[in-house]
Nanobody
Framework: QVQLVESGGGLVQAGGSLRLTCTAS????????MGWYRQAPGKQRELVATSGGSTKYADSVKGRFTLSRDDAKNTVYLQMNSLKPEDTAVYYC?????????WGRGTQVTVSS
């Protein structure tokens, strides 16, 4: 059974940086896509960044966040720089294999002003 485990969230001041890590276990195959979504209180879950054939970013994070993958380790990273209070949310790791989506349990990122 595939499990995604996130780490790296926390509390940071505006302008600071965090790096999120997500590792998939229980999988012997390469995922078609891996990436991150986030959900702020009272809002819908939204795409942050995903990497399939190419890497796609939400407009709100372009130039500040960088997604990278290590397929040998089934791991995806999200380097978040120049964080803003509006980046505060629970960040969820997402992996896709043949239209099946897998989700992590989420990691809280809080950016103080």
């Amino acid at each position: 059974q595939v499990q995604l485990v996130e780490s790296g969230g926390g509390l940071v001041q505006a302008g600071g940086s965090l790096r999120l890590t997500c590792t998939a276990s229980g999988s012997t195959f390469r995922f078609n896509a891996m990436g991150w979504y986030r959900q702020a209180p009272g809002k819908q879950r939204e795409l942050v960044a995903t990497s399939g054939g190419s890497t796609k970013y939400a407009d709100s994070v372009k130039g500040r966040f960088t997604l990278s993958r290590d397929d040998a380790k089934n791991t995806v990273y999200l380097q978040m720089n120049s964080l803003k209070p509006e980046d505060t949310a629970v960040y969820y790791c997402n992996a896709v294999r043949v239209f099946v989506h897998y989700w992590g349990r989420g990691t809280q990122v809080t950016v103080s002003s």
